[in-house]
């Protein structure tokens, strides 16, 4: 009987989540940061959270760790993690889960280190507090970890201060922090933000390395659909506050149907371009979440939108086996083509932009 219950939990997602909502009261009205997001992650994978910053991604975060707190912040809907409800769970009894359980890696490193403690204190203190360490063997577990996290003279650095190291090795440092007490779940929040090329992309295979050897699941929070192309398991896309696409990684990329997907792929810069070739930005800017557009809140920036776009909301549409989209004219539809004539005939500045971005990569490839 035991058996089957443990193998009835290992085959549940390791954390649910249902229709969660996350407004900030404000004098001017309500923010409505998150807006209705569901998901759901296994065991030992990967979902990546992707959207312009304003999008919601790290507030969707904090509220499932419980770290949106005060008295203007308004929640409700459900987090279920291993099964057990968390949302509204008060600071003292989220502690039974940070650290040990769930674990994050913020945005910036210099913030999120004390600037006045040195990094081997910084290290033990969660070992001590959450594992009841001794001392000496809290140092031991830090510099193991400074070690695992491939920080060069380990022992040295345990008596250093976050200004005296690069911003590769603090977001190191962050990085054995937040897996010091061996996690289930990791959050990572734009871990390579304000990093070198080579140094994100060490970054980002020491938290694929790690995930492995821990067999432990991530959200992996980010602006780039680039950074999540061949390290996630499944891809959420978000847009002013709401989930507006979500699919398999493969899926994602293979059969994009929501014009703001298709728009941040179109983005992202390709080696197999020229030298100098323009970027392909997104027109306009997100909206105000305190009095969004009526309609799909990504409308006024669409190429392929409709009136029927500007006046009603899309709820979401099933795509295939765990595809689903918000869209009334997804991308490759019949609708979507000639919206996008139209719009380009009328000389709407979206649909000019894909246009003349078209022309020109094809001049070069022509070029070429």
């Not at 290290?123 to 001794?134: G, I, P, Q």
Request: charged residues 20%.
């Amino acid at each position: 009987m035991v058996a089957n219950d443990t193998t009835s939990m290992s085959n549940e997602p390791l954390l649910v989540v249902e229709d969660l909502k996350t407004h900030f009261h404000l004098k001017a009205g309500a923010v409505k940061a998150v807006d209705g997001v569901s998901l759901s992650l296994d065991r030992g994978k990967t979902i990546g959270i992707v959207g312009e910053s304003g999008s919601g991604k790290t507030v969707l975060s904090r509220t499932i760790m419980g770290l949106n707190l005060g008295s203007n912040v308004h929640t409700e809907g459900s987090v279920h993690y291993q099964g057990n409800e968390i949302l509204g769970l008060r600071a003292k009894q989220m502690r039974n889960y940070w650290g040990r359980e769930i674990s994050m890696i913020f945005q910036d490193p210099m913030t999120s280190l004390n600037p006045v403690v040195k990094i081997g204190r910084q290290v033990t203190e969660h070992l001590r507090h959450h594992l009841d360490m001794s001392k000496a063997e809290a140092n031991d577990v830090a510099l193991q970890l400074l070690h695992e996290v491939r920080i060069p003279e380990a022992s040295e650095r345990l008596n250093a201060y976050p200004h005296e190291l690069s911003g590769g090795m603090r977001q190191r440092v962050c990085i054995a922090i937040a897996l010091a007490c061996g996690p289930k779940l990791l959050f990572a929040d734009e871990p390579t933000t304000a990093l070198d090329v080579t140094v994100q992309h060490q970054i980002m295979n020491l938290l694929g390395r790690e995930q492995d050897d821990r067999d432990m699941a991530m959200v992996l929070v980010t602006h780039d659909l680039g950074v999540v192309a061949g390290r996630t398991d499944e891809i959420a896309v978000m847009y002013a506050g709401r989930v507006v696409e979500r699919a398999r990684t493969s899926d994602l990329f293979a059969n994009v149907k929501m014009p703001y997907t298709e728009a941040l792929l179109r983005s992202i810069p390709r080696t197999t371009q020229r030298s100098h070739t323009r970027l392909a930005a997104i027109p306009g800017r997100p909206p105000d979440l305190i009095h969004p557009p009526s309609g799909c809140s990504f409308s006024p920036r669409c190429a392929y939108a409709q009136d029927i776009c500007h006046e009603e909301m899309p709820s979401l549409i099933e795509a295939g086996a765990g595809h689903v989209y918000r869209c009334h004219t997804p991308v490759g539809s019949n609708a979507a083509t000639e919206s996008f004539e139209t719009n380009l005939a009328a000389g709407l500045p979206q649909a000019v932009s894909i246009k003349l971005h078209a022309d020109a990569v094809a001049q070069q490839e022509g070029v070429a």
